[in-house]
């Protein structure tokens, strides 16, 4: 599952939806912030993405993700913290139940997003890059984390 806190970027918003369709996440929860997945720009980025993938809006944000926690998913927020473990160690732990929490543009996740997550996971950079665009960052957390043998499509 993907967890989107503050997306504004519709464009952004419809690459996320698209890596999520096209890697197997089986839903996308949305902040209150976010922008709107059926604005004609995010559809359209999404291919269509945005009617394949079930998706809701979170009425509290970050408060809600205690719900998740009580159905059993591990909380894992990409963010650039000190203690912060790489996407390969997090994804080998193959978690059955697993959201995936991505922020913002610019500023990242909330620090209430932060403190609901269970592990905060990053993608090793490169070349003196600090980090990749939320859409980029999702859709390799998604490759890495998906299941490795998933169900047969008709």
């Known amino acids: 599952m993907a967890v989107l806190e503050d997306i504004g970027d ?4 419809g690459a996320v939806f698209r890596s999520a369709a096209a890697l197997g996440i089986d839903a996308v929860l949305l902040s209150p912030g976010c922008a709107d997945p059926l ?3 995010a559809i359209r980025v999404s291919m269509g993405g945005v009617f394949q993938v079930p998706w809701a809006r979170l009425p509290e944000g970050p408060l809600d993700l205690g719900l998740l926690r009580d159905l059993g998913f591990m909380i894992g927020a990409l963010a650039l913290t000190p203690d912060a473990v ?5 994804a080998a732990q193959r978690q059955v139940r697993l959201a995936l929490l991505l922020g913002t543009e610019g500023n990242g996740l909330s620090d209430a997003a932060l403190a609901a997550a269970d592990t905060a996971v990053r993608i090793p950079m490169y070349g003196g890059v600090d980090s990749l665009n939320v ?3 999702a859709a390799v957390a998604f490759w890495e984390c998906r299941d490795r043998q998933p169900a047969q499509r008709a």
Not at 10 to 13: A, E, G, W
Not at 86 to 90: L, M, N
């Open 86 to 90: 790489g996407i390969e160690e997090f």
């Open 135 to 137: 859409a980029a960052a």
């Open 10 to 13: 519709h464009t952004n918003l």
């Open 39 to 41: 604005y004609r720009r």
